[in-house]
């Protein structure tokens, strides 16, 4: 079989590409090396939607960040994602740097984005009023928004799987060549053909299009080290507040999730191992000390969890995006840091049409633009609910207590195309062990729903995939 | 959606919520719903299926589930009816508990007084900051007892537990009767926070090194433990450079402190003690909000549930009185303060009117103490000392004070519990 695409990497650009791609009549196929969609840097990010001021003028980042923030309204509705436009505030606590905030809004209107506005400590205070003391004005950006990544990823990888892409999960390219004007695509489960290739390999994009071009990229991960505070005290921030920002990022932000925490990273920390996703002291103690030049007594004592996750800093500091001029028909996705899940869907898009372009390829007639979330019976009025539950009595089994999840949302989380089949996976999904025992009560009623719904062993239930098994044996089996 | 009236809704059915119901029906209450989250009742002591519990009970040494059996059958005798598999999702002011269950759907039950016994939970890995990786085999001890214990499955076979909470201390007995290497239990303290008889049963009897004052500081693998590396810590607890060492393992117990579980509580408007996370109470275990009790971990971590069942019974005979109507007014109440060297106390608050003939008074220490003083002031005058061998903030402490002493001293308005050492 020839795909027309064959799309490497099923973190969120990988999946928007796909889900733009089944619009089209085209054989699709998406390469993952993980377990689930959403497993890398996708999952491990601000879950913020920028405005888009920040990357300079006439940048892909830029265009990107300001398109895919447009977009991301729409696609919410119909793909059926939170998403809430909260604003962003960028504060400034030095008097004589003001000034930056005024370069960056002109920065801002010349890359297309709406509404920027300059506001005095008493203003920003209004909006958000537990800004740190220090702070003496602010950017207020009023089209960020704040989004759950792995919703927004697994929507876009569901959508495209029902109108036809393939996924091939827990398999890992292996090596890349062209042969008689088509790809040929290795991987440690067989060799796969296609027409054109898509390269969303997050912190690998390098290595792969190292292998296809002369056009050498360079990957470095920077990593980011977050913590995650309680629902308890959910609405301590009410926008994204970052400081201002540095040659490294965007600095320390505090945010509120869709999902009512409250997240607090990144560090940056450009390191070597592309795999090393550890959190280390130093990074934990950063955040909670930086946290603190912006927002003033945040509750830091309500961390759930701590987490970091990789961005994929490419040396010219921009997206690459396309096709190198000697690698024709191999689509570059690379260099992919932030706001590279803002610019998602409208890189997903350009990349798509694209391809669309080159193949001549046609509008599928049959394309299913929408796609709904599992279903969460806590949004119901109580007599839907009821009804629910009498229809099918595991919506009124709570199984995740902290977050108010039903044996009925694991088992749709389960049963979806590209379903989940490991913990991970189910949180992702529907939050089961997201809250703040973190999977203590719920983790062993999880893994039973998963065991029973897949016909494997308990014992063989995992944690995130590959060799993460939960248990080790039954008792008393030496 | 069904609407029905109890005149006691108890929530939960663990050690606490069973005793709570058992003295409100014994005390004349006939009308006594418990609520149970799990599928049967006990809670945790089910899981519990190690010995020592009861012997202030029933002066015999039962299992967990033993003793957990006692008070079911005891409260099937007496004909309290119960729902499992339900989980209340919210209660209000007015003390209307909404539910939910498989049969009933989403139910709300008004109650004449609630009763709260939701138990606690563990501090998780999260909470706890530790840097590394987040792979598969970091388990709170209490999962890991529960996977053991019910489901039969081993949650690994080289097992490094951090704290020395009962929990971990008695789970690295388990693990390593079921054949797993528990390699070390590391404690950030300079004390253990578990009971002492733990300690010499459970990690001396096996030869399980207890390091005092030592943390996990990374964890290493990707997806399965590898290793994690142990450290020294200061006196102001952190680590000291130079003393990682590196311990191979695919198991991390976290046995770090229990959390009593009151977001229900809140969602009632109940004022929680920062110290505790459990709820403020008067004499009669009622928190802040007028008709609603609180007993057992849910109010504060006990040590022992012989005291939960105590503590509970007196909960259940408030709550009784409560909607009997027979309780006597109080007047202005005496605030009990938590001294030099005493942590909290439960209760907060006693109105000497309603306190009875005696009324026990539980707290923890803050450091461990040897042949050191527990007194009671009424102001500058120490009204009770008593002497202890050896004090520690694993075992939960008591005073008795009796009518005698609030007769004696009218118009008091505060009484202070502090450790002396001299």
Request: hydrophobic share 40%; proline share 5%; charged share 25%.
């Amino acid at each position: 079989m020839i795909y027309d695409t064959i799309i490497i990497g099923a973190g969120v650009v990988g999946c928007a590409a796909a889900r733009f791609l089944s619009a089209y009549l085209a054989d699709v196929l998406v390469l993952e090396r993980e377990e689930d969609v959403c497993a890398g840097t996708s999952k491990a990010n601000s879950a913020i939607i920028h405005s888009g001021y920040d990357a300079p003028n006439g940048s892909l980042k830029a265009r990107y960040n300001v398109l895919g923030n447009a977009m991301t309204e729409k696609l919410s509705r119909e793909l059926d994602f939170p998403f809430e436009r909260r604003g962003s505030l960028t504060v400034c606590t030095d008097p004589s740097r003001v000034s930056v905030l005024e370069e960056l809004r002109m920065r801002g209107e010349k890359n297309g984005v709406p509404g920027l506005r300059i506001l005095d400590r008493d203003e920003a205070l209004r909006l958000e009023p537990n800004l740190a003391d220090g702070v003496v004005a602010a950017l207020f950006a009023p089209t960020a928004g704040i989004v759950c990544p792995f919703k927004m990823t697994i929507a876009f990888a569901e959508n495209a799987c029902e109108n036809g892409a393939e996924f091939r999960l827990n398999t890992r390219v292996t090596g890349l060549y062209r042969e008689d004007g088509l790809w040929r695509v290795q991987t440690d489960r067989g060799e796969y053909t296609s027409k054109t290739v898509v390269n969303a390999a997050g912190v690998y994009a390098d290595v792969l299009n190292n292998l296809v071009s002369e056009r050498k990229l360079r990957i470095t991960p920077r990593r980011g080290d977050y913590i995650l505070l309680d629902r308890a005290v959910g609405g301590y921030v009410r926008h994204t507040v970052f400081p201002l920002p540095t040659k490294l990022g965007k600095g320390v932000l505090v945010t509120p999730t869709v999902h009512g925490n409250t997240i607090v990273g990144p560090t940056a920390v450009d390191i070597e191992d592309r795999e090393s996703t550890a959190t280390t002291a130093d990074g934990i103690n950063t955040v909670l000390e930086r946290s603190s030049l912006s927002i003033k007594n945040l509750p830091v004592r309500s961390v759930i969890t701590s987490f970091a996750g990789l961005r994929a800093h490419e040396d010219g500091g921009d997206f690459v995006i396309g096709e190198p001029d000697d690698a024709p028909g191999f689509f570059n996705c690379a260099g992919i840091e932030s706001p590279g899940l803002s610019a998602a869907p409208a890189i997903g898009e350009e990349v798509a049409r694209r391809i669309a372009e080159k193949l001549n390829l046609k509008a599928d007639p049959d394309f299913k633009p929408e796609r709904r979330d599992i279903l969460d019976p806590s949004k119901l009025s109580t007599e839907e609910r009821n009804i629910l539950i009498k229809k099918n009595p595991a919506y009124g089994a709570i199984v995740c207590r902290c977050e108010g999840v039903t044996e009925g949302e694991i088992l749709e989380a389960i049963r979806r195309p590209l379903g989940a089949r490991s913990l991970d996976a189910v949180k992702r999904r529907v939050r089961a062990g997201m809250g703040r025992c973190q999977g203590g009560f719920c983790s062993p009623k999880v893994m039973e729903l998963i065991s029973r719904e897949c016909g494997i062993p308990l014992d063989e239930v995992t944690k995130c995939g590959g060799a993460s098994r939960i248990t080790v044996g039954r008792t008393k089996e030496g | 959606m069904t609407v029905t009236e109890h005149d006691i809704v108890v929530i939960g059915g663990g050690p606490a919520g069973l005793a709570a119901a058992i003295a409100a029906k014994k005390s004349g209450v006939n009308d006594v719903l418990i609520l149970e989250r799990g599928g049967e009742l006990g809670g945790i002591l089910n899981q519990c299926i190690h010995n020592g519990f009861g012997l202030h009970t029933f002066g015999e040494e039962l299992t967990g589930s033993e003793y957990a059996a006692r008070f079911i059958a005891e409260a099937e005798e007496l004909g309290i009816p119960y729902k499992l598999d339900t989980m209340a999702l919210d209660i209000t002011p007015e003390r209307v508990v909404t539910a939910v269950n498989r049969t009933d759907g989403v139910m709300t039950i008004k109650a004449g007084a609630v009763i709260l016994a939701m138990g606690c939970r563990e501090r998780p890995r999260g909470a706890l900051n530790i840097a590394g990786f987040r792979p598969a085999g970091i388990f709170s001890a209490g999962t890991a007892q529960r996977l053991v214990n019910i489901e039969g499955y081993m949650p690994g076979k080289e097992v490094v537990i951090l704290g020395s909470g009962d929990i971990g201390l008695i789970m690295a007995r388990r693990m390593t009767l079921e054949g797993a290497r528990v390699k070390l239990v590391a404690e950030l303290m300079p004390y253990s926070g578990g009971l002492k008889r733990n300690i010499v049963q459970c990690l001396d009897d096996f030869d399980i090194p207890l390091l005092l004052s030592h943390t996990v500081v990374d964890i290493e693998g990707k997806e399965r433990v590898t290793a994690v590396v142990v450290a020294e810590v200061d006196e102001n607890r952190r680590p000291i450079p130079g003393t990682e060492q590196r311990i191979s393992c695919d198991t991390l117990l976290l046995s770090c402190g229990l959390l009593p579980e009151n977001e229900l509580s809140q969602s009632a408007g109940v004022e929680l003690s920062p110290v505790t996370g459990g709820a403020v109470v008067n004499e009669s275990l009622e928190t802040s909000v007028g008709g609603v009790f609180a007993c057992g971990n849910v109010l504060h971590v006990h040590d022992l549930v012989d005291y939960v069942s105590e503590e509970a019974a007196l909960a259940g005979e408030n709550a009784a009185r409560y909607v009997r109507g027979e309780r006597c007014e109080g007047g202005e109440p005496i605030s009990l303060r938590a001294g030099n060297g005493v942590r909290y106390t439960v209760p907060s608050f006693i109105a000497p009117e309603r306190a009875g003939d005696k009324l026990t008074v539980r707290f923890r220490v803050a450091d461990v103490y040897k042949n050191a003083f527990v007194c009671v002031y009424c102001g500058d005058e120490c009204v009770q000392r008593r002497k202890k061998r050896v004090l520690a903030p694993g075992e939960m402490e008591q005073v008795v004070l009796t009518d005698r002493l609030f007769a004696e001293n009218p118009g008091l308005s505060e009484i202070t519990i502090k450790i002396e050492t001299a």
